[in-house]
């Protein structure tokens, strides 16, 4: 891993040979462009940008001339939201004498430089935060040779229905995913609302997702997940809590959970204000070089602020916080071993805290984004590894999305997963419109009706609930 303080340096190659040298001065940066070496001292342009209240500031405070100045001002803003550290950039590029064809491509040039030295200063402080003492990264890796051990000796262990702890409660709660959204400001390798993708984007307003649970109400659901691709602004959780509030006003709908990413301590707080209840907050990878590798743009990629999450989540006052890895993208032993650990210690610190978990394994996207599960898991390791968290944690939720088919959803009902997705949609508007353009976030393998699902519950001996 190289060193967060080690200076990034890049080279466009021909036709221009522009350098971008970032390096750490003191607490601050210094970002250079020039054409050629980059200790040339020429000036054209000067940017600054302040970090101050998790925000970056920017300005332009010298320029011979508006491209240039407008250069100055991109890198500086760029570096200082990445690195989070005031920042100078220094831009020694002439462009007056060029041709507007060759001045386009020039700054087109710059940006992409400025953009790949931000992502790579922003990777290098990301991972430098997990390593900080004590931090949430610090604390899961700590004190996992029993939990692996434990894993390792259930998993290897011939099947055995009987080894799984009896909870006293043989109710499965059925409920449904509304999609608000298929916008998202991350660009997630495996996932379909990747912000790369190339679609129209929806936001359902709050009349159509109250006509989404109504149409959900009338299929019996009374419990739902508002699920919504990543955009952690104030206005969007705004938008969530006039959701969640309609909602629960205006339809049957008794309990809302969420799952809308990492967010602020503030927000965690506005959207249990407004009546949410539980918050889905899944770690996808606690493996930091396939987590830096899968999330490649977008505020998702700050891993130690995902880690912690969960814990504020949890001050805010959610009852129930849901956790998860998606299964696929790294070794499962080592995985569930990390998300065992970090469920232990919210447990720990939130003693009242009801805990749930999520499994989903990989699934296809869409037909231009080709991700393939490096790690694919069998049914029957997921099926074991299921079984180790319900043994483990016996009170916990387990859920079981229809990402995986009919058959296997009913085998496990009988092995302890307490939750289940029915009649499901992942396209925003996909309950009550007929229109088919929105795009779902994953191919879905369980399309059976909310009665199929509440049928086979009932055969296996359980009693479907929807709260």
């Known amino acids: 891993m190289v060193a967060a303080h080690q200076p990034v340096h890049l080279d466009s190659g021909p036709p221009w040979h522009v350098t971008c040298h970032a390096e750490r001065i003191g607490d601050d940066y210094l970002c250079r462009l020039h054409r050629g070496d980059h200790h040339d001292h020429r000036v054209e342009a000067i940017g600054v940008a302040r970090w101050s209240n998790s925000a970056a500031t920017s300005k332009t405070i010298s320029s011979s001339s508006p491209a240039a100045g407008a250069v100055a001002h991109r890198g500086a803003h760029r570096i200082c939201r990445a690195g989070r550290r005031d920042v100078e950039c220094v831009v020694g590029l002439r462009l007056d004498a060029l041709s507007p064809r060759e001045r386009r491509l020039l700054l087109a040039t710059c940006d ?14 990301c991972r430098a935060e997990l390593s900080v003492p004590f931090s949430m990264c610090e604390q899961i890796t700590a004190h996992l040779g029993s ?21 006293g409660d043989r109710h499965v709660c059925i409920f449904a995913p509304l999609y608000l959204s298929n916008a998202c400001a991350n660009d997630c390798a495996y996932c379909g609302f990747r912000r790369t993708a190339r679609f129209d984007r929806i936001v ?19 419990t739902i997940d508002l699920v919504t691709g990543e ?4 206005s ?10 309609r909602i629960r006003a205006q339809t049957g709908i008794r309990r809302i959970n969420l799952n809308l990413g990492a967010l602020s301590d503030a927000q965690f707080r506005r959207l249990r204000g407004a009546g949410a209840t539980g918050y889905h907050l899944y770690q996808e990878t606690y493996d930091p070089d396939v987590y830096f590798r899968v999330h490649r743009r977008g505020r998702k990629r700050d891993m130690a602020a995902r880690l912690e999450a969960p814990h504020r989540a949890a001050n805010a006052g959610f009852e129930a916080i849901g956790l998860g890895i998606l299964v696929g993208l790294a070794p499962l032993r080592d995985e569930l071993a990390r998300l065992v650990r970090h469920a232990d210690i919210l447990r720990t610190d939130f003693p009242e805290l009801k805990l749930g978990f999520s499994l989903p394994r990989v699934q296809p996207a869409d037909a231009a984004c080709g991700f393939v599960a490096p790690v694919p898991v069998g049914d029957d390791t997921f099926v074991s590894a299921l079984q180790f968290l319900r043994a483990r944690f016996p009170s916990a939720h387990l859920t079981l999305t229809t990402r995986e088919r ?25 309950y009550a419109s007929a229109d088919d353009a929105a795009e779902p976030q994953f191919e879905i393998a369980d399309q059976r009706s909310v009665a199929a699902i509440a049928s086979a519950i009932r055969q296996t001996g359980l009693t479907a609930t929807f709260e």
């Open 112 to 125: 992409e430089l400025i953009g790949e030295s931000a992502l790579e200063i922003e990777a290098r402080r």
């Open 147 to 167: 939990i692996r051990a434990a894993i390792d000796a259930f998993m290897d262990a011939p099947p055995d229905p009987e080894r799984i702890p009896a909870t």
């Open 204 to 222: 359902l307003d709050v009349n159509q997702a109250l006509e989404e649970a109504r149409h959900l109400v009338a299929q019996g659901h009374r």
């Open 231 to 234: 955009v952690p602004t104030d």
């Open 236 to 245: 969007f959780a705004g938008y969530v809590c006039e959701v969640i509030e």
């Open 406 to 430: 009919p058959e296997l959803r009913d085998r496990l009902l009988a092995l302890g997963v307490t939750k289940v997705s029915a009649g499901v949609s992942t396209r925003p508007g996909g």
